[in-house]
């Protein structure tokens, strides 16, 4: 089931808050599978953490993106950091979660 505000609140969140709350969302799903030892919620935990980084790589590298320069670099080095990770994850190494969940988490609270 859907919930009937979602869709409100998306559009009423600064690109701000809306890249918060999918940092948030990401770090709480990797948590949460990684707590249950689901393999099948863990990969997709790291799916949609690593989607999350690659649109924001994306994002940094592209003309129009009015962040400072040393800015992105730091960034692109921790989406270059995070999907690093995420292969090790993938492999069976889980040390990294509890990094990525507070990367995650840290940069939202910068956000907020």
Partial sequence: M??????V????????????????????????ADAAGDPVALADAVFRVRQ???????DLVH???ALPDQLKANLLGIA???DRSCSEILAGDRRTVATIVEINRNIAAGLA
């Fill in 2 to 7: 859907t919930n009937p505000y979602a869709a």
């Fill in 9 to 32: 609140i998306e559009q009423c969140e600064t690109p701000r808050e809306t890249e918060a709350r999918l940092l948030r969302d990401v770090a709480r799903r990797l948590e949460a």
């Fill in 52 to 58: 999350l980084w690659t649109t924001f790589a994306v």
């Fill in 63 to 65: 003309e129009g993106n």
């Fill in 80 to 82: 270059g950091f995070i």
